[in-house]
């Protein structure tokens, strides 16, 4: 044989799921896309197409459905790791599973008399969970995307190195503003119970905003880092986190031409120029632990 089979897995991507739970006249909300990766011992669909080892994708989605109606959809996390589990632990070939969840958060509306069951989708940002799982130990990353913040002041960008191409201006009052990926890893199981997802989730969140906006910045590297450390020092269960920073630059519009002052004590106007865009990225760690997050998070 001249060729041999590298690394390979299936799965179903972004299974669309809604969960709605009835407490009396009060209605509860969960609206997610799920999708599950598996591997293990199935070289032989590759070589021979013998399909014997391989549960259809049709099924892992019907598996996601029945139990999100079984067991409820707990928290993100919960939810992956009762599914990883299940794959993992009811079929001999299926060595590890993976499954990343995407959460999307919906607000009431108010609704005075006629009892909780009316939604607005929320402008909140997408939380996200990864849970890997190999018949032994866990691994589970927590997240979020598009957490889009700004500080109209406080940050500076100055003293950079220069060569023939440089023409930006150096700068000791600008905006900074961001669209936020992390991941962050709890740290290994080994028999604790699981953690409260949903509190742990609030509080990294906060830390998050908390060092964005307390912090006075030299450069978005420098507010990334802030921003990763609050996580770690303040959460125990955590590990590592690693952050992607895309710098939402905001250019003072020139307004000279028309005779008219664009950087005055009542503020000014600005370009919100949406591409090109610096990226920061880069993960924080606890003294001692193992970087484990994939460089690029969004894989
Ligand atoms: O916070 C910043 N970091 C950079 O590396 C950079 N580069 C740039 O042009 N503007 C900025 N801002």
Partial sequence: MATTLGHHQYGKAEIRLVRITRDGDTHHLKDLAVSVVLSGDMAEAHYSGSNANVLPTDTL???????????????????????????????????????RIEEYAWD??????????????????????????DGRKWEVLSGLRDLTVLNSTDSEF???????????????????????????????????????????????????????????????????????????DNLDGIDEIRLSLPNRHHVPVDLEPFGIENDTAEGAVYVAVDRPYGLIEATVLRAGAEPRIPVDPTR
């Fill in 108 to 133: 009431r509306i108010a609704t005075p008399g006629r009892g909780a069951h009316s939604f607005v989708r929320s402008g909140r940002e997408v939380r996200t969970a990864r849970v890997a799982f």
């Fill in 61 to 99: 989605k019907n598996t996601v459905y029945a139990f999100a109606q079984e067991h409820g959809v707990p928290s993100a996390e919960g939810f992956g790791i009762l599914l990883a589990r299940h794959f993992v632990t009811s079929r001999a070939p299926v060595h590890h599973a993976r499954v």
């Fill in 158 to 232: 100055r003293g950079y190195a220069k060569d023939r191409y440089t023409t930006l201006e150096e700068t000791d009052d600008r905006v900074l503003a961001t669209s936020v990926t992390a991941v962050w890893r709890h740290a290994d199981g080994d028999g604790r119970p699981e953690p409260d997802w949903d509190l742990s989730y609030e509080r990294a969140r906060g830390h998050l905003l908390g060092a964005f906006a307390g912090t006075y910045s030299r450069s978005l590297q420098q507010t990334l880092y802030r921003m990763g450390a609050s996580v770690i």
